[in-house]
């Protein structure tokens, strides 16, 4: 099933915290990592990012990979240089209360 | 390198410095952003240009959060890019254990703002066809070569 971000939106608990031009970006694969250089590594073209890290470094990371869009977990307090950064990037960024290992296992139950 | 790509490059020949400021994490990623937009600009496909940014990028990490601030050299040559990055210290003390995956003396600063895994080095010899690596407690010299062909436009 080819899951695109907009269900993800319609399907699980989360906020869009930004105005990206498009959410109809489809996802390639989920990623979950709070260490960048191993997004760097490891991550994939239009991956969704999962993770409680919420610093402007993390949009680099998510612009230089192409990534799908970025979900923050735990509800964090997502500053609005970040979110600025992420409109220029036309990067969706997401917020959720649920922690990491509930998302997957949310979007795991979709597929 | 198959001698034909070196008869008419299509790109420019560009070179430019940077200067990359001790513990400045909010800017880290200009360099990896100005070699992205230089190689798209010359018609690079984009997995080339992602190989480039992404050792571009770790290295940069490395100058932030490991030095007292450095340069980048970075040079578009007919069938490669090359770069530089010199820094002013302190240098490495194990280069052979800094190379090694997971192996890490970041500061508790670097790894708040998610860096500091150990996988800085090993991201950027996966990527690069030639990492060099020289230290003293002088500065470090990280270079490294990406060659236009296997993955560039002239192929």
């Not at chain 1, 959410?23 to 969704?48: C, M, P, Q, R, W």
């Not at chain 1, 990979?65 to 500053?79: A, C, D, Q, R, Y």
């Not at chain 2, 150990?118 to 060659?147: C, K, Q, W, Y």
Request: no cysteine; charged share 20%.
């Amino acid at each position: 099933m080819v899951l695109t971000v907009k269900q993800l939106m319609e399907d699980i608990p989360l906020t869009l915290i930004n105005e990206p031009k498009t959410i109809s970006k489809t996802i390639n694969k989920l990623f979950a990592s709070d260490l960048l250089s191993h997004v760097i590594g490891y991550a994939e073209e239009n991956d969704i990012l999962i993770t409680v890290l919420n610093n402007i470094n993390v949009l680099g990371v998510a612009s230089l990979l192409e990534l799908s869009g970025v979900i923050f977990t735990h509800n964090p307090n997502v500053k609005p240089d970040i979110i600025k950064r992420a409109n220029k990037l036309d990067l969706p960024l997401f917020s959720t209360p649920l922690s990491t290992a509930e998302v997957i296992k949310k979007i795991a139950s979709l597929e | 390198m198959n001698p034909s790509l070196k008869k008419t490059p299509s790109h420019a020949r560009i070179h430019k410095e940077f200067i990359i400021e001790r513990n400045d994490i909010a800017n880290a990623g200009t360099v990896a952003s100005s070699t992205k937009r230089i190689l798209k600009n010359e018609g690079f496909p984009s997995h080339f240009i992602k190989r480039v940014t992404i050792g571009v990028y770790e290295a940069e990490i490395n100058v932030v959060i490991h030095s007292y601030g450095g340069k980048v050299i970075f040079d578009l040559n007919d069938d490669n890019v090359s770069l530089v990055f010199a820094d002013k210290g302190p240098g490495i003390e194990d280069i052979e254990l800094a190379k090694a995956a997971g192996f890490s003396t970041a500061s508790s600063y670097a790894i708040e703002n998610g860096f500091g895994a150990g996988m800085g080095l090993p991201n950027i010899e996966a990527v690069s066809d030639e990492m060099h690596l020289t230290s003293s407690n002088e500065g470090t010299t990280l270079s490294m070569r990406f060659d236009i062909g296997d993955d560039g436009i002239d192929s």
